[in-house]
């Protein structure tokens, strides 16, 4: 999960970028990313850290140039500590490319192989992100065979990237001297808008990852970009667009409506506030149904994305809603920290009980998911510290026993604390004394009650489904292997990234 942001503006795009960056970091903590165009010349600044770490008003000034895209970064590929793994990247052949990529290649050291003995270009990183950039360069520059682009030639590059490239992916990319493209995986797993503002000086446009940032900045949400979709806006403000594959369906990760996408957010015409009602509303059903000889005393959700549907299952039982776990606002969130150690370490630091909640009742945690475990023991464990009587735990999703191919980093089912359980031996794991799940036919029906035409998505971290396909057990245990060595070898030295000829801020 990673957030990517793109604007062609009639103004300075700078402090648009930053601030709609501000607004996607929920997607990515590790590292932020801004590149601009002014001219043919791009300025570029990226760094570890938070938004607020990374850019200072010197670097802001650097970042000249109406049209630019911004990056915020979760790894879910390569090193998270490499700063050369920042996005977005730049490659200087054909013309000036600079990209910023969402989602995951799960064909990427296939085409890796390609790049460096077919198409003779050289891959410098472990991020699958620089080889999407270089499959796009290769197929801009077999199709300029006139040394010029229009928007028709573009498209054609695109869609010789959807032919190559397997995953997911929501791409934002710049060509010097051109303008604006932006495309979308086949099957729409990652989310991709855009937007537009009228003003004095003409049309303005917004591309984002999630319409939170389109709202605060003041653009009007146009539409989602369609699966395997591309738009292009040149630098004069003109707007394409194009589908640029064949058999595209939408089918958007459900985890994004689950936890990723910030509650006020609307991913393909869905808002994410709603679709987390409906899951509780379907989770207050099945807990009437299998949980009626249990006293619930309280409902407590544990912040911030279970919290709608904390309320609405609430509600439906006629029970209680407190506030037991007050959150600190200025330590990031755990799922997408790197290194269990640092995971487990911040629950604490995160989230602290208030006993007045607790002492003396049956409660029930709600939580968006469980995934690795370790938040959930904890929180438990803070529960009955603060003096609660019994503790049952309901998850508004199913259990996680798949690794996630497409973007979320959840890759290896060791770390899942699912696979090979049980509900009862998972409620054992965790410390609870009764434990429930959602299921994922009521979760689909949760999102699809809001838009009924939206009835197919990728759910593989569920049911082990993935759409995409080219995903076998030899695969995932390469990629378990990998993860494995990528993680033992963080201890040592970081990469620095090359001078490319680049306008770097400092």
């Not at 990515?28 to 601009?36: E, L, N, S």
């Not at 192989?113 to 080889?131: A, I, K, M, Y």
């Not at 609870?432 to 979760?443: M, P, R």
């Not at 060595?485 to 680049?502: F, I, Y």
């Amino acid at each position: 999960m990673c957030g990517v942001l793109g604007i062609v503006a009639k103004s300075p795009a700078n402090q648009l970028l930053y601030d709609g960056l501000l607004m996607l970091q929920h997607r990515g903590q590790d590292a932020g990313g801004i590149v601009t165009a002014q001219g043919n010349t791009f300025h570029m600044h990226k760094g570890l850290g938070l938004v607020s770490d990374v850019f200072r008003t010197r670097n802001m000034y650097a970042l000249q140039g109406n049209m630019g895209i911004g990056h915020v970064r979760y790894p879910t590929a390569g090193s998270s500590k490499s700063p050369a793994e920042a996005q977005p990247f730049y490659v200087n052949s054909p013309f000036g490319i600079v990209l910023g990529h969402n989602g995951n290649l799960t064909n990427a050291e296939q085409l890796n192989q390609e790049l460096f003995r077919t198409d003779l270009r050289h891959v410098n990183t472990h991020s699958d992100s620089e080889v999407l950039l270089n499959v796009l360069a290769h197929e801009l520059q077999e199709r300029a065979g006139n040394c010029h682009l229009d928007s028709e030639t573009i498209f054609a590059a695109v869609s010789g990237v959807h032919k190559r490239c397997a995953g997911a992916y929501a791409v934002v990319a710049m060509i010097a001297g051109y303008g604006l493209l932006a495309f979308r995986d086949p099957h729409g797993i990652r989310p991709l808008v855009y937007g537009k503002i009228e003003t004095e000086k003409g049309t303005e446009y917004l591309v984002a990852s999630e319409s939170v940032a389109l709202d605060t900045l003041g653009f009007q949400l146009v539409r989602d970009i369609a699966p395997g979709e591309a738009v292009f806006i040149d630098e004069a403000g003109n707007f394409f667009s194009q589908q640029c594959a064949e058999n595209a369906s939408l089918n958007p990760c459900i985890f994004e409506y689950v936890y990723l996408a910030r509650p006020d957010s609307v991913i393909d015409g869905v808002s994410v506030y709603e679709t987390r009602l409906n899951m509780g509303e379907s989770l207050a059903e099945k807990i009437t149904r299998s949980m009626h000889h249990f006293d619930i005393d309280v409902v407590i959700p544990i912040p911030d994305s279970s919290r709608p549907s904390a309320l609405q299952l609430s509600n439906q039982l006629g029970v209680d809603f407190r506030e037991g776990f007050i959150k600190n606002r200025y330590v990031g969130r755990t799922f997408i920290m790197p290194g269990q150690q640092q995971r487990k370490k911040s629950v604490r630091q995160k989230l602290n009980a208030m006993s007045i909640e607790f002492k003396g009742k049956n409660v029930l945690l709600v939580d968006d998911s469980i995934v690795r475990g370790t938040t959930s023991r904890e929180i438990v464990q803070m529960a009955r510290d603060a003096g609660a009587n019994k503790i049952y735990f309901a998850s508004a999703s199913p259990p996680v026993r798949y690794p996630n191919v497409y973007g979320i980093d959840m890759p290896t089912r060791g770390e899942l604390i699912a696979t090979e359980r049980d509900t009862g031996e998972i409620c054992h794991e965790i410390g609870a004394d009764y434990l429930i799940f959602q299921e994922l036919d009521a979760l689909t029906q949760a999102v699809s009650k809001v838009k009924p035409e939206l009835s197919h998505f990728e759910t593989s971290c569920f049911n082990g489904d993935y759409i995409a396909g080219n995903v076998t057990p030899e695969y995932l245990e390469t990629l378990e292997a990998k993860r494995s060595s990528e993680q033992a070898g963080r201890q040592g030295s970081l990469k620095t990234q090359l001078d490319l000829s680049l306008s770097v801020s400092d």
